[in-house]
């Protein structure tokens, strides 16, 4: 008898590749990548909206005349002239910052996964709104971190409820690592965290020496009112890194973003993003570049805030009318996405299956966050499909997810 | 392959591996399907892969191959569709026919089918969910647990893999995991849960089949029993090839296993599940016609242990294809 397994590697893998599991259940991704599925699932920003001049003309000024230098490597902490670009665009938000403090990433994932391998142990604590951003909780789970979820409401976090866990921990003589925050319109959630609770998460993070990650991929994507100003921007004691990317605003195939820190932080994430890929790509620092010195990158980004509210319009208009009584979901005032609870109890993950046989896709509520919550709620994303099919997808939904509430009432739950 | 009664096949063919489609396998059958197709081109083959999908037809019609392999697991390619289709369009194809396909997708029929042979298989009530949403069904949970006893396994009538199983300890949880079923299917069954090990048995041949070496899959703590996780998960899953067992006991599996691919009217290739309990005495669970033939699947690991390659499996199932099927 010969003892198998079918992988011969698997005595040598490294502890935290246990956590890295297969998920072809939870996201059925191959399924719903078929064309007639209507997918609100994916988080896919409108590339088909880049124009296609302003496209040529970047691409053609870096062929004529940087071309050894889109080709070369590049300083670890990024082209000063790019450093600058984003001083611009932070700006935008309302936000001063010193270059000199800016590390370019190979997209905003990257400066996650710098910040954590920067402070995370095996074992650590990290706290992160519940729901939080997939993406970053698979990087802390690599880094086998412990995530503890802080309690939102529509508007994000609850300060009371976190003061609440702060206290537990420091009980058990515990210290969080950091607070991961998505401040803007959040991933899954959709939630504007209101200035008084930034301005109380900044004093918190002062009096317990708390460390404030705050990811910004979506603040400029904000369809009404004055944008809130950035924790980063409250902050007086060095107490927020914090994190943006150009995935939203020009590309994520272009793979560019960044992350502010203090300065003895700064020394160390650089150290790691050495050890991780050297420089980000020069070619793709240029075009970024190209973009934003040209000046339309404002233009363009209004173009977007059009098409986005225009979508998000279309999804709460027909949310409305046709999610099943007693369903609760977010009205987020930019970014991407709605975050839905149906009532009843009503499981997700099952929903998805029957939601999938209709052509129409989410992505389950527990995929945010890394205990097990979310089983009734879904994130749907209104950021990569037009308004009419939008609004049949959520007509499905709606319909499929009444059914299965029936079902619920006839099984007696 | 002594005893198989199959020929390699003749000279080169032109093999037309269908996989995709829109089941819920769909990454698996991807799997597999990509695997046949390879294997099949080493062997100097024409191999033309089709993604299954409404232009179906229209595309065998256009590349009329000599042959099929339908590479897909679950509904609509395990479950007689597809195959049904080949039969009009008269393209032979490998594994089983239409009305075994039915039989072996649907697991309520396939169980009938063995206690009508006298074939051990745990026991069992299946539900529409038009029973639960019209004749108030849910009231006959709770007699249920009492006469399968419990812990008891709620499982989708029509899906494979494992998908929409759950394993159910207290009569409370019944209706939460009977809905988790009925988003799999409209049929959905509740089976006595019998604790054991895990064994598949994997079979070649149609007129004269032949049975491979015993394959006894092992899940990692963690799970309760050989769930997706575990099936698809390199690492998540300890296999024993060939299965230890006392020879008396191992015969009377491959003898039931066997009776079971016929009594199903099986062609060209099949897997039986079994669960052997405390007492060594075997269980049917069900037989796939299409057993996933991934990395980590069990009928490529039975046929290693015969001695047969992977290339050899697939060509030894595709010339099952020109032989009448069984049923």
């Given at each position: 008898?010969?003892?198998?397994?079918?992988?011969?590697?698997?005595?040598?893998?490294?502890?935290?590749?246990?956590?890295?599991?297969?998920?072809?259940?939870?996201?059925?991704?191959?399924?719903?990548?078929?064309?007639?599925?209507?997918?609100?699932?994916?988080?896919?920003?409108?590339?088909?909206?880049?124009?296609?001049?302003?496209?040529?003309?970047?691409?053609?000024?870096?062929?004529?005349?940087?071309?050894?230098?889109?080709?070369?490597?590049?300083?670890?902490?990024?082209?000063?002239?790019?450093?600058?670009?984003?001083?611009?665009?932070?700006?935008?938000?309302?936000?001063?910052?010193?270059?000199?403090?800016?590390?370019?990433?190979?997209?905003?994932?990257?400066?996650?996964?710098?910040?954590?391998?920067?402070?995370?142990?095996?074992?650590?604590?990290?706290?992160?709104?519940?729901?939080?951003?997939?993406?970053?909780?698979?990087?802390?789970?690599?880094?086998?971190?412990?995530?503890?979820?802080?309690?939102?409401?529509?508007?994000?976090?609850?300060?009371?409820?976190?003061?609440?866990?702060?206290?537990?921990?420091?009980?058990?003589?515990?210290?969080?690592?950091?607070?991961?925050?998505?401040?803007?319109?959040?991933?899954?959630?959709?939630?504007?965290?209101?200035?008084?609770?930034?301005?109380?998460?900044?004093?918190?993070?002062?009096?317990?020496?708390?460390?404030?990650?705050?990811?910004?991929?979506?603040?400029?994507?904000?369809?009404?009112?004055?944008?809130?100003?950035?924790?980063?921007?409250?902050?007086?004691?060095?107490?927020?890194?914090?994190?943006?990317?150009?995935?939203?605003?020009?590309?994520?195939?272009?793979?560019?973003?960044?992350?502010?820190?203090?300065?003895?932080?700064?020394?160390?994430?650089?150290?790691?993003?050495?050890?991780?890929?050297?420089?980000?790509?020069?070619?793709?620092?240029?075009?970024?570049?190209?973009?934003?010195?040209?000046?339309?990158?404002?233009?363009?980004?209004?173009?977007?805030?059009?098409?986005?509210?225009?979508?998000?319009?279309?999804?709460?208009?027909?949310?409305?009318?046709?999610?099943?009584?007693?369903?609760?979901?977010?009205?987020?005032?930019?970014?991407?996405?709605?975050?839905?609870?149906?009532?009843?109890?009503?499981?997700?993950?099952?929903?998805?299956?029957?939601?999938?046989?209709?052509?129409?896709?989410?992505?389950?509520?527990?995929?945010?966050?890394?205990?097990?919550?979310?089983?009734?709620?879904?994130?749907?994303?209104?950021?990569?499909?037009?308004?009419?099919?939008?609004?049949?997808?959520?007509?499905?939904?709606?319909?499929?997810?009444?059914?299965?509430?029936?079902?619920?009432?006839?099984?007696?739950? | 392959?002594?005893?198989?009664?199959?020929?390699?096949?003749?000279?080169?063919?032109?093999?037309?591996?269908?996989?995709?489609?829109?089941?819920?396998?769909?990454?698996?059958?991807?799997?597999?399907?990509?695997?046949?197709?390879?294997?099949?081109?080493?062997?100097?083959?024409?191999?033309?892969?089709?993604?299954?999908?409404?232009?179906?037809?229209?595309?065998?019609?256009?590349?009329?191959?000599?042959?099929?392999?339908?590479?897909?697991?679950?509904?609509?390619?395990?479950?007689?569709?597809?195959?049904?289709?080949?039969?009009?369009?008269?393209?032979?194809?490998?594994?089983?026919?239409?009305?075994?396909?039915?039989?072996?997708?649907?697991?309520?029929?396939?169980?009938?089918?063995?206690?009508?042979?006298?074939?051990?298989?745990?026991?069992?009530?299946?539900?529409?969910?038009?029973?639960?949403?019209?004749?108030?069904?849910?009231?006959?949970?709770?007699?249920?647990?009492?006469?399968?006893?419990?812990?008891?396994?709620?499982?989708?009538?029509?899906?494979?893999?494992a998908?929409?199983?759950?394993?159910?300890?207290?009569?409370?949880?019944?209706?939460?995991?009977?809905?988790?079923?009925?988003?799999?299917?409209?049929?959905?069954?509740?089976?006595?849960?019998?604790?054991?090990?895990?064994?598949?048995?994997?079979?070649?041949?149609?007129?004269?089949?032949?049975?491979?070496?015993?394959?006894?899959?092992?899940p990692k703590s963690g799970h309760d029993f050989y769930d997706f996780e575990s099936r698809?998960t390199?690492?998540e899953t300890?296999?024993?090839?060939?299965?230890?067992?006392?020879?008396?006991?191992?015969?009377?599996?491959?003898?039931?296993?066997?009776?079971?691919?016929?009594?199903?009217?099986?062609?060209?290739?099949?897997?039986?599940?079994?669960?052997?309990?405390?007492?060594?005495?075997?269980?049917?669970?069900?037989?796939?016609?299409?057993?996933?033939?991934?990395?980590?699947?069990?009928?490529?690991?039975?046929?290693?242990?015969?001695?047969?390659?992977?290339?050899?499996?697939?060509?030894?199932?595709?010339?099952?294809?020109?032989?009448?099927?069984?049923?």
């Amino acid at each position: 008898m010969t003892k198998r397994g079918f992988d011969k590697y698997e005595e040598r893998y490294a502890e935290r590749t246990g956590v890295m599991r297969s998920s072809a259940m939870r996201d059925l991704m191959s399924l719903t990548a078929r064309p007639e599925v209507i997918s609100l699932a994916g988080g896919l920003p409108a590339t088909d909206s880049f124009p296609q001049d302003l496209f040529d003309r970047i691409n053609a000024e870096i062929s004529k005349e940087k071309r050894a230098l889109s080709l070369q490597y590049g300083p670890t902490e990024g082209f000063d002239f790019l450093k600058e670009d984003i001083a611009e665009v932070m700006a935008a938000e309302g936000t001063e910052i010193d270059p000199a403090h800016v590390l370019v990433t190979t997209g905003g994932q990257q400066a996650i996964d710098l910040v954590t391998k920067t402070f995370v142990n095996p074992g650590d604590v990290v706290l992160a709104e519940g729901p939080s951003y997939a993406g970053a909780l698979t990087t802390f789970s690599t880094y086998q971190t412990e995530v503890i979820h802080l309690p939102v409401d529509e508007h994000g976090l609850l300060l009371d409820e976190m003061d609440v866990i702060l206290d537990r921990l420091e009980a058990e003589g515990r210290w969080p690592k950091f607070i991961y925050v998505v401040p803007n319109f959040s991933n899954p959630g959709g939630m504007t965290l209101p200035l008084d609770r930034r301005e109380r998460l900044v004093e918190t993070a002062r009096e317990r020496d708390l460390l404030i990650v705050e990811d910004n991929p979506y603040g400029l994507l904000r369809f009404e009112e004055k944008p809130l100003p950035t924790m980063y921007s409250l902050d007086t004691e060095e107490n927020v890194v914090y994190l943006g990317s150009f995935s939203k605003i020009i590309s994520p195939g272009i793979r560019s973003g960044w992350l502010v820190a203090p300065p003895p932080i700064y020394q160390k994430v650089v150290f790691g993003k050495q050890a991780t890929d050297l420089c980000s790509s020069s070619y793709n620092q240029l075009f970024v570049h190209g973009f934003i010195s040209s000046g339309e990158w404002r233009e363009y980004v209004d173009r977007l805030r059009d098409i986005y509210r225009s979508r998000r319009d279309a999804m709460l208009e027909v949310l409305e009318q046709e999610f099943p009584a007693g369903s609760t979901w977010t009205k987020p005032v930019g970014g991407f996405f709605v975050w839905a609870t149906l009532p009843g109890g009503l499981d997700t993950g099952d929903l998805l299956v029957k939601a999938v046989e209709e052509n129409v896709a989410f992505v389950r509520g527990d995929a945010f966050y890394a205990d097990g919550q979310g089983t009734s709620s879904m994130r749907l994303s209104f950021s990569a499909v037009p308004e009419e099919k939008i609004q049949e997808g959520i007509r499905r939904l709606g319909r499929v997810a009444q059914d299965q509430l029936d079902l619920y009432r006839a099984m007696g739950l | 392959m002594d005893g198989a009664g199959e020929g390699r096949i003749v000279g080169r063919k032109h093999v037309c591996v269908l996989y995709g489609g829109r089941s819920l396998e769909r990454d698996v059958s991807i799997n597999t399907g990509t695997r046949v197709a390879r294997a099949l081109e080493a062997r100097g083959h024409q191999v033309s892969p089709v993604d299954v999908d409404e232009s179906l037809v229209r595309r065998l019609v256009d590349l009329n191959p000599d042959v099929g392999f339908i590479a897909m697991h679950g509904k609509g390619g395990e479950d007689g569709t597809v195959q049904e289709l080949l039969e009009i369009l008269g393209i032979p194809y490998a594994g089983a026919g239409v009305s075994a396909s039915i039989r072996a997708m649907d697991k309520v029929l396939t169980k009938h089918t063995l206690l009508r042979r006298g074939l051990p298989t745990p026991r069992f009530h299946a539900f529409s969910d038009a029973a639960f949403r019209e004749l108030g069904a849910k009231d006959a949970l709770d007699i249920i647990a009492d006469q399968l006893g419990l812990p008891l396994v709620v499982k989708p009538a029509a899906q494979g893999s494992a998908l929409g199983i759950s394993v159910v300890g207290e009569a409370r949880d019944l209706p939460r995991a009977m809905v988790s079923a009925l988003s799999f299917d409209r049929k959905v069954m509740l089976e006595e849960f019998i604790s054991g090990r895990e064994l598949a048995v994997s079979i070649v041949g149609t007129q004269d089949p032949r049975v491979l070496p015993i394959v006894e899959a092992v899940p990692k703590s963690g799970h309760d029993f050989y769930d997706f996780e575990s099936r698809y998960t390199p690492g998540e899953t300890e296999f024993n090839v060939p299965a230890s067992l006392e020879s008396a006991v191992a015969e009377e599996v491959e003898r039931i296993s066997l009776e079971t691919y016929r009594a199903l009217g099986c062609s060209g290739f099949g897997r039986v599940d079994i669960i052997l309990d405390a007492a060594d005495r075997p269980w049917i669970l069900e037989l796939n016609t299409i057993p996933g033939l991934t990395e980590t699947s069990l009928m490529p690991a039975a046929a290693e242990a015969a001695g047969l390659s992977f290339e050899d499996l697939v060509e030894t199932v595709v010339a099952t294809a020109f032989e009448p099927k069984a049923e």
